[in-house]
């Protein structure tokens, strides 16, 4: 954790894989706290978790990649359900 006080951990990738988690955290922690669902966030999961799999790429972590893939096509299924109409 002391690496994020120093200047030059804050690259390009990292500042992206920052804001992409501090994305999915505003989506999970209300849901497990309060069983809230904000399906509207899931749009910033999409952005977010896109622009991590660049960032997995510059960090070379192939786990990145598959999990972020995993999170694209859960936000696409809960914007679904919520865009297109039963």
């Known amino acids: 954790y002391r690496m994020w006080l120093d200047r030059e951990y804050w690259t390009n990738y990292n500042i992206v894989e920052a804001v992409s988690w501090i994305a999915k955290a505003v989506i999970i922690v209300p849901g497990l ?3 809230l669902q904000i399906w509207q966030l899931y749009f910033a999961s ?3 978790s896109a622009m991590l799999i660049w960032a997995s790429y510059k ?3 192939p786990t990145l990649v ?3 893939t995993l999170w694209i096509w ?11 109409p039963a």
């Open 33 to 35: 706290i309060f069983g």
């Open 46 to 48: 999409l952005l977010t």
């Open 59 to 61: 960090k070379l972590l």
């Open 66 to 68: 598959g999990f972020n």
């Open 74 to 84: 859960l936000s696409m299924m809960v914007i679904a359900q919520w865009v297109i």
